[in-house]
Each structure stands twice: as C-alpha cells, then as structure tokens.
C-alpha cells in the first residue's frame, strides 16, 4: 500500500457539547497533507448558541469570542473543498467525522470519508503507552504546545505524533498498521512485495507463521497468490482478520495439481498441525447415516444411526450421510419441509409431537378430517417412498463405480500433475508419474517410486471411510478423469 497516493485531511473540531445531533462546532482546523497542495486553515464559527462554561473552562473560547464571526453555512463551502475525497485524519476520530456528517447533511451533502484514527493509530503503534489521549502523546513525544484544546493545536499535534510514529516505528510498520485502520491492501512488515510476487496464482496449500515460525494459519487456495494477499486486505481495525496479519512474519506455500489436491492435504494437515489462530476444526462429531426403512404394513420410515456402517462398501442398503447427528437432523427437517413430507408419517416425530406439513397443520385445504386421512391413504406408499428418496437424493451414498482401485488425475494449468489413490472412497496417497523412468512416485515422500502392485497392496489394507473424503470425493467425480487402476497401467505401459 502506498500511502503517498493519497490525500489527508487533519482535522480538529471544537464544538459546544458532545453531541452531534445538538450541539454546534465553534472552531475547525485542518491542514491538507499529500495530493496537489498542502494548506492549512482554520476558522472560529458562531455556534448561535451561549458556550457552556466548563466548554469556555476547556478551550478558552467565550461568547464573545464568537459574535461576528463566521455561521457554519457560510464555510461549509470553504470546509468541503478540502474534506472531499481526502481521508479525515483525526483524533478519537469518530467524533469529528460525526459533527461533520451531521453538519454536513443540512446542506445536502453525504459525508462518509476513509478514517484515520490517531487514537487507535496510537493504540496499535504504542500499546504500551497507558493511555494515549492528544496530551499524554504529546509528553511521550516531546512535542510541547502552548495550548491544548484549540483547534489548530491539536491538528499540530496529531500532525507531530504521525511524524514521529513514521520515524520511530519506520515506513513498513507505520504504513502497515494505518493501513489496517483504513481497510486498505497491507502488508506485514517482514513480508515484501517480492515474497507475495513470488508466490504463484496456482492452486496449493499455504501456512502463515509467526515471529518464532509457529503456525498462525493453514489453507488451501484455488490461487496462492491471491488468497495470501486476501488476508491483508480489507482487514480493518480491530477485526480477528487484522489480528491475523499483525502476528504474520512469513508465508510457506506448496504449489499443487488442483482444489482436490489442496483439500485432500488440508483434511490431513490440519488434524496434525492444528494452527494457533484459526477456528478450530469443527469437534467432528460422528458421521451419521439414515436408513430408509419399511414397516410391516409397507409404510416407509426413517432411521438415523451414528457412525458409518463397517460394510458399507457392500451394502446393497439404500443410506442417506451426513456430517453429524445435528447435521442430519437439521437438514431432515429442511428437506421435508421443502419437499413437503410428513415427518410423523415417516415416523421420524412421534404422532404426539407436531408436525409442520400442509397436511398436519390442515394448509392443505381439504374438506374435512376424514378426507384428509383418505387422501392420505390414496397418496400411496409407493409414490410417497419414491417423494422421499428424491428428496434426499443428494445425501445417497452411491456405491464405488469401480471393482478395483482408481486414479484420479488432477493437472493444473502450470503443468502440476498428481494422481489420487482411491478405493471404495478411501484415499491412499498422492503421486506424481515420472516419465522418464515410467513410475508413479510417492508425493509425500521425496519421489519414492511406487510400482502397480504395491499399489493394489496397499489398497488391500483396511481403512475406515472417512466422511469428509466420501464427500469431497464425490464432488469432484464429474470435474476430473478417474482411472481404474488395470486401465491406467494399460494406458501407461504403452
Ligand atoms: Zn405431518
């Protein structure tokens, strides 16, 4: 970010209460810094109202001080030429940017400037200060003032405090830190233009580490580059973003053949590494699954069940998955409510408790109770199975299309190829094909050669299905070739 592009308005009011709503400025600074001109002005106004004396106590501005000189109306005109487009710097800012807006909008204009605090500047370069008012910084810094509390006194200040925050923190920290303030694109003092540069806009996984290189942040990007630099944009004030990138030192990334590829490393990344600012994984609970069953009398009902079923593989079962016991519950009801299913009659409410379908709460407007429950009865079991399979039909476990293990190749546009082991939706590594001597070699692991067969070895080994595997798997099933693994030693061998 470069500050120098912009221009700045250091402004200080002094007003007659701290009220935006009712009370009035009876004097304004500014110096206009950066941008074509540097200028400075300042002006008592007329508040037409009486000064209140701890005001007159505070400022040394009286009544009659005031009498004659300008109305707000008439240098608001003067006022907006230089507030306009400039970022308002000022301390304890919100307040000034209040009296402005206020005053402002009588006249029809919409003042909503970038803001620059001093005071939270002040708090974020010298958190050990104990307090960081116009007065204390000016003895912290040595920069003495005949008077306080007057409009152009205080501007010098301000002014004085950013010159001296420039020097003492120097360029990089100062800049970063305002920046954060306005929201603008930063970046960590240790990290240069030429380390983000660097990093290509591929897919991967990226860390950010701290001062002593612990891990702060672990994700996988679509473009490294790009969602690098997203952590340090935008990430105004005080935000758990800014507390991110004011911890940051550096960024480790890793180029990778694809989103599946990121995603497959992230699973596994974040269980083992756990990152210190980053919400932690959700406490997976236990996948769940939902049987469709039938009743004696033929009538269909819905079972749930914690965990994934060991056989899974060679159920013939018709199951619904889900994430988690909540998961299903809640997506339960959402489906049936948009598919308008009768959760008693699938007997996943008991008849006791209440359910919200049209028929339930009587919305399907039909005559009488009795035609209701025939109505009910003609709705046959048949059609109404086949209503609730489609509505959970994106939750159906679908079978492994294959009788052998499969490759799945994933290739980015910088030529990063890798290619996915999996069996009955259990991934088994990554690897990456090495022309030269015609092998697929271990990704993970410095390029180990891996021949065919070890390969269907190590798929023999047993694993448990992991749900977030099945389901990121299967949304990729259609983006990316899958090879059974006969098929691809054929293709590879010629
Ligand atoms: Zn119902």
């Known amino acids: 970010m470069v500050l120098g592009d912009y221009r700045f308005a250091l402004v200080d009011l002094e007003t007659t209460g701290g009220q935006a709503g009712q009370d009035q400025i009876m ?61 308002l710097v000022a301390h304890n800012a919100r307040f000034d940017a209040g009296f402005l807006r206020a005053n402002f909008a009588r006249y029809g204009r919409d003042y909503q400037p970038r803001i ?16 960081h008012g116009l007065e204390t910084i000016c003895e912290r810094i ?31 920290v100062f800049n970063f830190e305002a920046g954060l303030l306005l929201g603008l694109p930063v970046l960590p003092p240790t990290i240069s233009q030429t380390d983000i540069d660097a990093i290509p806009l591929q897919p991967g996984v990226y860390r950010l580490l701290g001062e002593a290189g612990e891990l702060l942040y672990l994700a996988g ?51 083992a590494e756990k990152p210190l600012l ?56 959402e489906l049936a409510k948009e598919h308008d299913l009768c959760l008693r009659r699938l007997a996943v409410l008991a008849d006791t408790e209440s359910c919200g379908c049209r028929i339930c709460t009587g919305a399907a407007n039909l005559p009488s109770p009795a035609e209701a429950e025939a109505q009910l009865v003609l709705a046959s079991n048949v059609e109404f199975a086949s209503r609730v399979k489609a509505a959970f039909a994106g939750y159906l476990y679908a079978p492994w299309p294959f009788t052998e293990p499969a490759l799945i190749h994933e290739q ?17 590594g990554s ?8 092998q697929l070699c271990e990704l993970s692991d410095q390029a180990r050669p891996v021949d065919v067969e070890a390969i269907r070895l190590r798929c023999e080994q047993s694993k448990e299905l992991q749900y977030e595997h099945y389901r990121l798997l299967r949304a990729f099933r259609d983006d990316l070739p899958w090879l059974p693994l006969s098929e691809f030693a054929i293709n590879k061998a010629q």
């Not at 106004?45 to 000189?69: E, H, N, Y």
């Not at 749930?304 to 339960?332: C, M, V, Y």
């Not at 690897?431 to 015609?438: E, I, K, L, M, V």
């Open 142 to 172: 040595g920069f003495y003032s005949e008077v306080h509390h007057r409009a152009m006194a205080d501007v010098d200040a301000m002014k004085a405090f950013l010159d001296y925050a420039r020097a003492d923190k120097g360029e990089a």
């Open 278 to 333: 980053q919400r932690r994984m959700k406490a997976m609970g236990k996948p769940c699954c939902m049987r469709f069953i039938s009743n004696d009398r033929g009538e269909l009902q819905l079972r749930l069940r914690s965990g994934l079923p060991a056989n899974i593989a060679q159920t013939t079962e018709l199951l619904a998955l889900f994430r988690d016991r909540k998961h299903a519950k809640t997506r339960i009801a």
């Open 431 to 438: 690897f990456t094909w090495d022309a030269a001597t015609g």
């Open 116 to 131: 620059l605090c001093t005071l939270k500047l002040a708090r974020a370069l010298y958190p050990d200060w104990p307090r």
């Open 27 to 87: 004097e304004a600074a500014v110096r206009v810094l950066g941008g074509e001109q540097e200028l400075e002005w300042q002006s008592l106004i007329d508040p037409a109202c009486a000064v209140p004396s701890f005001i007159q106590g505070l400022t040394g501005i009286s009544s009659s001080m005031l009498r004659g000189k300008p109305r707000f109306s008439e240098i608001q005109e003067t006022l907006w030429s230089y507030l306009d487009g400039a970022i």
């Open 221 to 271: 990007a679509t473009s490294l580059q790009e969602q690098v630099c997203s952590h340090f944009e935008n990430s105004a004030g005080d935000s758990k973003a800014a507390k991110l990138a004011r911890r940051v030192y550096a960024v480790q990334w890793q180029a990778l053949a694809g989103d599946l590829s990121a995603a497959l490393h992230v699973n596994a990344a974040l269980r």
């Open 412 to 428: 980015s546009q910088a030529g990063c190829s890798e290619w996915h082991l999996i069996d009955d939706w259990r991934y088994y």
